[in-house]
């Protein structure tokens, strides 16, 4: 196993929350940041925020919507909290990158920032959203789709053939086996 563990799969299969678990039962506090899924009274998704996992208290919301309407989307926010979350990371035991592969990549400092990391021999445990979730952002005509789908198909293939990454896709079934994965990629690091 290389020194980044990335994650992807379809949304709400667990990959976020896999991780979350291994990085408590392995006591390993990264640096990095995270996704969160904000609920309405409803059950409904209606925002999601990024956060520096050392600062969660200055979390943002990137992209909410209000019922029936379409999603408002601020990428160079997301950009901006997570580059910071980024800014010493390599000073820890490890980065958490949850979750990547949204128009974001269109911000040329953040993607050469996170091939940086991949590059780096600081281990990285991450989610990459999987490629129904980059197709679900490309539906509505927009000038920057070829250059996004470009930017998404290079990280991921970045990410499938570097010896120095391990690429999984989490499915309901497999969780628990992905589970143990990420606690063992975890313990070699806290060793």
């Not at 990959?15 to 678990?21: A, Y």
């Not at 035991?93 to 990547?100: A, F, P, R």
Request: glycine residues 6%; proline residues 4%.
């Amino acid at each position: 196993m290389g020194s980044n563990l990335f994650f992807t799969g379809l949304s709400g299969a667990g990959k976020s929350t896999l991780i979350q678990q291994a990085l408590q039962m392995v006591c390993i506090w990264p640096a990095g940041f995270r996704t969160i899924r904000v609920y309405d009274d409803h059950d409904k998704v209606c925002a999601y925020v990024v956060s520096d996992v050392r600062s969660p208290e200055l979390a943002v919301r990137f992209m909410t919507r209000d019922e029936g309407e379409e999603w408002r989307r601020d990428d160079l926010l997301f950009c901006r909290v997570a580059l910071d979350a980024l800014e010493q990371a390599e000073a820890f035991d490890v980065i958490l990158m949850d979750e990547i592969g949204g128009k974001e990549l269109l911000n040329v400092p953040f993607r050469q920032r996170i091939i940086e990391i991949l590059e780096s021999p600081i281990p990285c445990i991450g989610v990459l959203k999987d490629r129904s979730g980059m197709e679900r952002q490309i539906q509505k005509p927009d000038p920057d789709n070829d250059t996004y789908r470009e930017a998404y198909e290079q990280l991921r293939t970045f990410l499938e053939k570097s010896s120095n990454s391990t690429f999984l896709t989490v499915t309901k079934h497999n969780r628990e086996a992905m589970f143990t994965t990420a606690v063992s990629f975890l313990k070699k690091i806290s060793i």
